[in-house]
């Protein structure tokens, strides 16, 4: 089965930018459909984006025109390409594969963090 690992949060300001990496290992990420997902403290984890297996995308509305997920197959990699950040943007943010707009399907990594903060 897939193994997922999240890098690339950090501590930026507001109106700032970040990259996360999604790095697949034991299987090629081609065979599955991944989204981003997020939790802040205190709420539940949402969904942000998601790609299929042929590159088609989707974002919730929160983020949309400033969050971008892209896929690198020959990298195994996942990218979210996030722009102009805000503070409520400040989450633990994870990837996962899923199916459609859908919860994930494995377990969950550890995530990496995001804080928006001046």
């Known amino acids: 089965q897939v193994q997922l690992v999240e890098s690339g949060g950090g501590l930026v300001q507001p109106g700032g930018s970040l990259r996360l990496s999604c790095v697949a290992s034991r299987s090629s990420i081609i065979f599955y459909n991944i989204g981003w997902y997020r939790q802040a403290p205190g709420k539940q984890r949402e969904l942000v984006a998601s790609?299929?297996?042929?590159?088609?995308?989707n974002s919730t509305d929160s983020v949309k025109g400033r969050f971008a997920i892209s896929r690198d197959n020959a990298k195994n990699t996942v990218y979210l390409q996030m722009n102009s950040l805000m503070p409520e943007d400040t989450a633990v943010y994870y990837c996962?594969?899923?199916?459609?707009w859908g919860p994930g399907l494995g377990s969950w990594g550890q995530g990496t963090q995001v804080t928006v903060s001046s």
């Open positions: 790609i299929t297996r042929r590159g088609n995308t």
């Open positions: 996962n594969r899923n199916i459609g």
